[in-house]
């Protein structure tokens, strides 16, 4: 994270993923909505906390086949 306004943008997000969930589980009962809400959140995180997910950097668009 490089500027400030992306971190305050993952808190916004993350808290409505949470607010979603809490919403569907907690007030009106969805299991399948809470689930899916749930498989997001962990998968953000897992994709967030394991560097090796991340891309190194941009492809440069070539082919292997491009003469």
């Known amino acids: 994270m490089n500027k400030p306004w992306q971190l305050l943008a993952n808190v916004v997000l993350y808290a409505f ?3 979603l969930l ?3 589980t ?3 009962w969805d299991p399948w ?3 899916v809400v749930g498989f997001v959140i962990v998968l953000a995180i897992v994709c967030s ?3 090796w ?3 190194a950097s941009p ?3 070539e082919y292997p086949y491009d003469n």
Request: hydrophobic share 60%.
């Open 17 to 19: 993923l949470a607010w």
């Open 22 to 24: 809490y919403d569907s």
């Open 26 to 28: 907690i007030v009106a």
């Open 33 to 35: 909505f809470a689930f």
């Open 49 to 51: 906390v394991i560097p």
């Open 53 to 55: 997910l991340h891309a």
């Open 59 to 61: 492809s440069p668009g």
